[in-house]
């Protein structure tokens, strides 16, 4: 029997108008995206957040079970996200509700991919040719 399930599962986020203040605040986003972590179960093992001149962030929450990172277009009104978690797969879930909740945007999008799937079994059978 062929085994499907993933290692984790990949999350990306893509919010548009979003408050330029807000995707421009580099220790706001990481106490957000520490806070949305948390909430979710998943454990912070370090952060690290940057602002650039003249705007936008980039930052990366390092999880036990994987990663958040951000990287934002104030001038756009635009932010893209990814939440990779490894094991139960509520807690990648958890922690997209919390951004899309407490990062408000005027448009949302998420993609979800698992990830590390093993391929399907290709054995063959005694007898079969190759």
């Given at each position: 029997m062929p085994h499907t399930s993933a290692l984790g599962?990949?999350?990306l986020l893509d919010l548009f108008g979003v408050d330029a203040?807000?995707?421009?605040?580099?220790?706001?986003?990481?106490?957000t995206l520490s806070?949305?972590?948390?909430?979710?179960?998943?454990?912070?093992?370090a952060t690290h957040f940057r602002r650039f001149e003249p705007q936008g962030v980039?930052?990366?929450?390092?999880?036990?079970?994987s990663h958040v990172t951000i990287h934002t277009w104030?001038?756009?009104?635009?932010?893209?996200?990814?939440?990779f978690?490894?094991?139960?797969?509520?807690?990648?879930?958890?922690?997209?509700?919390?951004?899309?909740a407490a990062?408000?945007?005027?448009?949302?999008?998420?993609t979800s991919i698992a990830r590390g799937m093993e391929p399907p079994s290709h054995e063959r059978k005694p007898g079969e040719a190759s």
């Amino acid at each position: 029997m062929p085994h499907t399930s993933a290692l984790g599962t990949h999350h990306l986020l893509d919010l548009f108008g979003v408050d330029a203040a807000l995707l421009d605040d580099e220790s706001a986003l990481e106490a957000t995206l520490s806070r949305c972590a948390r909430d979710g179960g998943a454990t912070i093992l370090a952060t690290h957040f940057r602002r650039f001149e003249p705007q936008g962030v980039t930052g990366v929450v390092i999880l036990a079970e994987s990663h958040v990172t951000i990287h934002t277009w104030p001038e756009r009104g635009a932010a893209t996200l990814d939440v990779f978690t490894c094991g139960d797969p509520s807690i990648g879930e958890r922690i997209v509700e919390g951004l899309v909740a407490a990062l408000p945007s005027e448009e949302h999008r998420v993609t979800s991919i698992a990830r590390g799937m093993e391929p399907p079994s290709h054995e063959r059978k005694p007898g079969e040719a190759s």
